[in-house]
């Protein structure tokens, strides 16, 4: 193998660059090899993070969006899971891709998928898509890179673009998953990349089912972001208590927020009401929320309540605030601050989100919490369901409440949970299934991946 790589690494959203930039795991490939970062045009809507900081070493190109191929691909990923076929992987596809489809668009789809005629689509597509010189083309074209890695969703602004291109090119494609859903709620529309780095068991064996990626293309590699989770938070107990005005000796119940729109200010009403009346026993509250979850439907009420027994997280008390000012946004906090909250807490409970695989990861005993009731959160209603969240539901280690009257008694549990000496090493191993553990750095194994990936792919 030649001593250095031409490597690009193509980022399309400002949650890619929380998660693999800040999070430096690109840093040793970036030292050791010659590493092109790939981004949509400057003013891009998805792109607004600072990021040059943390890429010394590498050069950035602003690639221009393929507008007119992001739409062929994205019809013919809506026209693959609306095909009418009857497994369960497709029933589970399809239902969830109905609540959001409207009716025309689920007809159109649906005889487009239909046999015969979807498979002439699909070869349309796949035409009309390679006669059209693409930017994405043009680049691969002139850089001939050794390998490249794409870090983001299925339907990404240059996933599918990549996977032809790569293809024609004779170039290694590496694409990392980002979310937890991403492997069971879309598919490649054009191909397959040649690895997929999943999460763990659960999303690699999703990555084969739903997304039919052959079991020897999947890597069972763990999550970028969560590698900090592996140092030692950067304040105490000590100082995490004081800064939020609860004594030493006070149990931390977190509730974190999550990203569905349920009305998380009623929930923290219930819990502060069984507080008042004496249910739990020397219990404070630490309220954070999802960092693109507007506090639930009504997070301005959240930051402006008179709490007894409440406190919001400090680092997230600002976007908060700026709910009532700017309305719905995003927020992007520092991994370590999560870190901070999960290490001093000493129970979890969330309505859906990640932070509950995060804080198996810490050891702490969790709760999925599911308000059926909040009929008017329509994006709960849709996914509370899908395949990524049953398995853990389901599994013995995680306490499930499905509504507000069981989630009072269910802390109770919680807490007992908490008793157990052999709990916080269950739901770790629990978590192993969900994120798969390495004794190695995300950094070091990306390095050896794409070395051995350029030596055996192609080459």
């Known amino acids: 193998m030649k001593n250095k790589l031409k490597i690009g690494i193509f980022i399309d959203h400002d949650?890619?660059?929380?998660?693999?930039?800040?999070?430096?795991?690109?840093?040793?490939?970036?030292?050791?090899?010659?590493?092109?970062?790939?981004?949509?045009?400057?003013?891009?809507?998805?792109?607004?993070?600072?990021?040059?900081?943390?890429?010394?070493g590498s050069k950035t190109i602003r690639l221009k969006v393929d507008t007119k191929?992001?739409?062929?691909?994205?019809?013919?990923?809506?026209?693959?899971?609306?095909?009418?076929?009857?497994?369960?992987e497709s029933l589970d596809l399809r239902r969830t891709w109905r609540l959001v489809t409207p009716w025309k668009a689920e007809i159109l789809h649906t005889f487009l998928g239909l046999p015969f005629i979807y498979f002439f689509y699909r070869q349309l597509t796949k035409l009309l898509a390679r006669i059209n010189d693409s930017p994405l083309r043009k680049l691969l074209k002139e850089k001939?890179?050794?390998?490249?890695?794409?870090?983001?969703?299925?339907?990404?602004?240059?996933?599918?673009?990549?996977?032809?291109?790569?293809?024609?090119?004779?170039?290694?494609?590496?694409?990392?998953?980002?979310?937890?859903?991403?492997?069971?709620?879309?598919?490649?529309?054009?191909?397959?990349?040649?690895?997929?780095?999943?999460?763990?068991?659960?999303?690699?064996?999703?990555?084969?089912?739903?997304?039919?990626?052959?079991?020897?293309?999947?890597?069972?590699?763990?999550?970028?972001?969560?590698?900090?989770?592996k140092t030692n938070p950067k304040i105490s107990r000590k100082e995490f208590c004081r800064i939020h005005n609860i004594n030493l000796d006070k149990k931390i119940l977190l509730y974190a927020g999550g990203s569905l729109g349920t009305n998380e200010f009623e929930h923290l009403l219930l819990i502060e009401k069984s507080i008042e009346k004496g249910e739990f026993k020397n219990i404070s509250v630490i309220y954070r929320p999802h960092p693109w979850g507007g506090g639930g439907n009504t997070g301005e009420k959240i930051y402006e309540h008179n709490w007894k027994h409440v406190r919001i997280e400090n680092t997230m008390a600002s976007y908060l605030k700026s709910l009532k000012e700017k309305g719905y946004h995003l927020t992007f906090p520092d991994y370590s601050d999560t870190?901070?909250?999960?290490?001093?807490?000493?129970?979890?409970?969330?309505?859906?989100?990640?932070?509950?695989i995060e804080a198996g990861i810490h050891g702490k005993p969790l709760m999925c919490f599911l308000p059926l009731e909040d009929i008017e959160a329509k994006h709960f209603?849709?996914?509370?369901?899908?395949?990524?969240?049953?398995?853990?539901?389901?599994?013995?280690?995680?306490?499930?409440?499905?509504?507000?009257?069981?989630?009072?008694?269910?802390?109770?549990?919680?807490i007992e949970k908490s008793k157990d000496p052999n709990f916080k090493y269950d739901i770790q191993k629990t978590c192993e299934y969900f994120v798969s553990k390495h004794s190695e750095s995300y950094d070091i194994r990306i390095l050896k991946l794409v070395n051995k990936c350029f030596q055996t792919i192609y080459k």
């Open 339 to 356: 870190h901070v909250v999960l290490s001093h807490v000493d129970y979890v409970i969330s309505p859906l989100s990640t932070i509950l």
């Open 15 to 56: 949650i890619m660059i929380r998660h693999f930039i800040h999070s430096k795991v690109f840093r040793l490939l970036i030292n050791n090899h010659d590493v092109d970062i790939i981004l949509p045009p400057e003013g891009h809507k998805r792109i607004t993070m600072n990021h040059i900081k943390f890429l010394e």
């Open 144 to 229: 001939k890179y050794d390998v490249v890695i794409n870090p983001g969703l299925p339907d990404g602004l240059f996933i599918n673009d990549l996977i032809v291109e790569s293809k024609r090119f004779k170039i290694p494609l590496i694409y990392i998953m980002n979310s937890w859903d991403n492997p069971s709620t879309a598919p490649f529309a054009s191909g397959i990349p040649n690895l997929f780095l999943a999460w763990g068991q659960q999303t690699a064996n999703h990555a084969n089912i739903y997304q039919k990626i052959p079991k020897h293309k999947i890597l069972k590699f763990g999550a970028a972001q969560f590698e900090i989770y």
């Open 69 to 88: 191929n992001k739409q062929l691909w994205l019809r013919l990923a809506q026209v693959m899971v609306m095909r009418p076929r009857f497994d369960k």
């Open 381 to 414: 209603q849709t996914v509370h369901n899908l395949p990524h969240f049953r398995d853990f539901q389901e599994n013995r280690n995680v306490i499930l409440s499905k509504n507000r009257k069981e989630l009072i008694k269910k802390i109770h549990l919680l």
